[in-house]
Nanobody, 125 residues
Framework: VQLQASGGGLVQAGGSLGLSCAAS????????MGWFRQAPGKEREFVAA????????AHADSVKGRFTISKNNAKNTVYLQMNSLKPEDTAVYYC???????????????????WGQGTLVTVSS
């Protein structure tokens, strides 16, 4: 599966930004698409994930209430709407895919075998 992420950019604190990630290839079954981010000098961390089939979603506590993951099954695409952005949200955001994730796996990075290129999100104070 190939993942193509788009979006990102520079925004002021309190602003909004959207990311999208389109998957091409075999995404049948329990395919889950997620977003992870890596800030400079920090480890990569889970942001949000959604199952392409079904309605399961998950969000990291740090983004709950501000970020929302959604999907378009027909386009094999997930979206990440980021509102009320903070400078600490500055990071490279990566789209990832997991072929056999169950809900408890959504936040586990090693479960994701497919990765897209990163896209930089910069939030200025």
């Amino acid at each position: 599966v190939q993942l193509q992420a788009s979006g990102g950019g520079l925004v002021q604190a309190g602003g909004s930004l959207g990311l999208s990630c389109a998957a091409s290839g075999r995404t049948a079954g329990r395919y889950v698409m997620g977003w992870f981010r890596q800030a400079p000098g920090k480890e990569r961390e889970f942001v949000a994930a959604a199952a392409l089939s079904g309605g399961s979603t998950a969000h990291a506590d740090s983004v709950k209430g501000r970020f929302t993951i959604s999907k378009n099954n027909a386009k094999n695409t997930v979206y990440l709407q980021m509102n009320s952005l903070k400078p600490e949200d500055t990071a490279v955001y990566y789209c990832a895919g997991c072929a056999r994730c169950i809900y408890s796996d959504y936040g586990t990075m090693r479960k994701y075998a497919d990765w897209g290129q990163g896209t930089l999100v910069t939030v200025s104070s």
